[in-house]
C-alpha cells in the first residue's frame, strides 16, 4: 500500500481550518462584497442589481463622512497612547517583582470584563451630577463637566475609555516581548558602562522588542478602529452624531433602517481601508524592527 505524501497528509490535517477560513471569513466576505453591488432591503423579496451605485453615494452621505472622521480621531487618540501606555506599565511591572501578579491580573482586569458591565460602571463614574468624576472636580474648585452629553467631550471621553480597555491588553503582549530578551545582554551592557535604566532602554530594551512593538501597533489599530460596543452601550452616536462611529453607522444602516446593501458598501470599504493602514503600518515600522 502506497503511503501519502507528506504534502497530502499537511493537506488534511490543514482541511477543518480551511473549512472553517471559508465558512466564517472568506464566505461571509465575499457574500457582502455581492450585497453590496445591489439594493436589497432586509425582508424584501426581490433584489436589485445597481453596480457601484452604493459606493458612489458614499463620498455624498454626511453621516458617513461623520462617523469616517470619528473613527479616525478615536483611533488616533487611543493607539498611540495604549501602545505607550501599555509599554509603560510592563517595564514597570518587569523592574520591580513585588505585587507583579497582583498588577498583571490588575491592568488585564479591563480586557476580560463584560463592556456592558463596564459601560455601566463607566456611566455612573461619569455622571454629570451624581458621578464620581464630577465630585472630585467640585472638590477641587472646578465647574461639573458633561463628559458623555456634551458633543465637544464625548469622543475624548470614549477614547480616554478606550486606553483604559486596550492598555492592559498591549501590557501582557510587551511582557511577553520582554521575557524574550536575553538577560545576558543587560549584564553585557553594564560592563560596558551602559549603567542608567534609560541607556539600557535605547540600545537593548528597545530595539529587541520591535518585533513585539510592531505586532502591538497592528493589533492596537486594528482593535481601535473596530471600536463598536461602548458606543452602542453608552452614547449611541449622540449627541448629534459626536460619537458615532463607522461600525455603529454599518449597524444602523443594516439592522435599523434594513437597508442591507448600502450597509454591505459600508462594510467593504471598512474593511479594504482596515486592509491599507494595516500594510502601510507594518511596511512603515517594519524598516525599524529589528530581530535578534
Keep these: ?149 456634551d458633543a465637544g467631550s464625548v469622543l475624548a471621553t470614549l477614547a480616554a475609555i478606550g486606553v483604559w480597555e486596550n492598555a492592559g491588553f498591549n501590557m501582557v503582549l510587551f511582557l511577553a516581548g520582554l521575557k524574550a530578551i536575553p538577560r545576558e545582554l543587560y549584564q553585557a551592557a553594564a560592563v560596558d558602562g551602559a549603567d542608567r535604566a534609560w541607556e539600557r532602554f535605547w540600545t537593548i530594551t528597545f530595539p529587541l522588542l520591535g518585533p513585539t512593538m510592531l505586532f502591538v501597533a497592528v493589533i492596537a489599530l486594528l482593535r481601535s478602529f473596530k471600536v463598536f460596543e461602548i458606543v452602542a452601550a453608552i452614547t449611541q452616536g449622540g449627541p448629534r452624531r459626536a460619537s458615532e462611529v463607522l461600525l455603529f453607522t454599518i449597524y444602523q444602516e443594516g439592522f435599523s433602517f434594513f437597508r442591507i446593501g448600502h450597509a454591505a458598501a459600508l462594510t467593504m470599504v471598512f474593511l479594504c481601508g482596515l486592509l491599507v493602514l494595516a500594510l502601510f503600518q507594518i511596511r512603515l515600522l517594519g524598516r525599524r524592527v529589528h530581530y535578534a
Excluded: C
Excluded at 500500500?1 to 497530502?8: E, I
Design 1 to 149: 500500500m502506497k503511503r501519502p505524501s507528506t504534502a497530502g497528509v499537511g493537506l488534511l490535517f490543514a482541511a477543518p481550518a480551511m473549512f472553517g477560513l471559508f465558512l466564517f471569513v472568506i464566505g461571509p466576505t465575499l457574500a457582502v462584497a455581492v450585497m453590496s453591488l445591489t439594493d436589497w432591503q432586509l425582508g424584501a423579496s426581490e433584489i436589485g442589481f445597481v453596480g457601484l451605485d452604493n459606493y458612489r453615494a458614499l463620498p455624498g452621505d454626511r453621516v458617513f463622512r461623520t462617523a469616517l472622521a470619528n473613527t479616525l480621531v478615536y483611533a488616533g487618540l487611543v493607539t498611540p497612547i495604549s501602545v505607550a501606555l501599555g509599554l509603560g506599565l510592563a517595564l514597570l511591572i518587569e523592574a520591580s517583582p513585588l505585587g507583579r501578579g497582583f498588577f498583571r491580573a490588575a491592568f488585564f482586569l479591563p480586557v476580560v470584563t463584560t463592556t456592558v458591565a463596564m459601560a455601566v460602571v463607566w456611566e455612573f463614574v461619569l455622571h454629570p451630577s451624581l458621578g464620581p468624576a464630577n465630585l472630585m472636580l467640585r472638590a477641587l474648585g472646578f465647574a461639573p463637566a458633561n463628559f458623555l452629553g
